[in-house]
């Protein structure tokens, strides 16, 4: 099962990068033309999304929206003081599955595949294996 | 790896559609017995989940309350008026993965896969693989 | 392909409990070293999340937060009373995707596996598959 990792760096707090190009070279230097793709984030204040790409603003509303519906002023006992990050990864989730077809990640018209920083700005990393079918 | 997708229309501009007795359909075609299928939605403004079936009411109150957190009085960016359905999609998850056992979808007793149409009413797809194991 | 499942017992209407060990468990007994585990949540009202297991107090904290964020004084149509946890089942997301690499399940750092009771206390179920790579 070929399998690896990049490196995604992260200038905000709160920020969605488009990796999708390096999901697509990994498939490419895998060569493997069909199955499926697993995209995993191993961060506790991060997460993996798929949305539209092809206008920025969707990606900040998301941000927005996110800031907005969880509570700043919430009594938490974690000392860090990143529990509202902690929350969006548990709702947006820690990995995303695609479909491979003829080389390529099978998207949708106007999906891209988002790294979601909630606790930045960091190194992070992304993790992937691939299934061959 | 067996694939493929139908279609989905709604009817609602939010609405959940029981799909799985289509993707059941899909196993049987395939006559794979045992393994994983993988759904999956190609459309930003819609998603996949697992959730009671047996009572029309839980639909609509999951609707109901996705309605009532996500503001539709922010300053949103996106000029299609549709930042609110994205949001659900993030929430919601583009993906469900299921197990399959002597041909049969292996669900909890309460458990259906849904469409989730949250900027409707439109024609949509669904796309599937099969992983046999 | 090898399966299984084990038994939860929650002890709270709302709770997280860490089943990583568990599930390392059916790893080793499978024998296999490299490939995918895949986790299912069959219940309506409970679900699968991968968040901090160091300090508690952020189990706490999320839980805290979905309480907070998903209203009680909704007009619920679901006679039940549950319909804010089958809400918490859809945002959370009923399964989990991890990688297994050397015979370990390979999270992050502070990764852990958590399943989600959201209407309990209760006995519950978790079902795995793994896939050989």
């Known amino acids: 099962m070929p399998s690896g990792q990049f490196a995604v760096s992260t200038s905000a ?5 488009d990796i999708t190009t390096q999901l697509q ?8 033309s069909d199955g ?7 961060h506790t204040t991060a997460g993996i999304t798929i949305n539209e790409g092809a206008d920025p603003a969707v990606q900040s509303d ?4 996110f800031a907005r519906i969880i509570p700043e002023d919430y009594p938490y006992k974690h000392r860090e003081g990143n529990s509202p990050s902690h929350m969006m990864t548990t709702l947006t989730g820690s990995s995303a599955t695609v479909f491979i077809e ?3 990640i099978r998207l949708g ?3 891209r595949i988002f790294f979601c920083e909630y606790d ?3 190194s992070r990393k992304v993790w992937w ?3 061959k079918g």
């Open 102 to 104: 003829n080389g390529r």
């Open 62 to 65: 998301l941000i927005g929206v």
């Open 25 to 32: 070279q990994a498939i490419d230097d895998s060569g493997v």
């Open 13 to 17: 707090h709160m920020e969605f990068v």
């Open 109 to 111: 018209t106007w999906q």
């Open 129 to 131: 294996k691939i299934l």
């Open 36 to 42: 499926l793709l697993v995209v995993y984030n191993p």
């Open 120 to 122: 930045g700005p960091r």
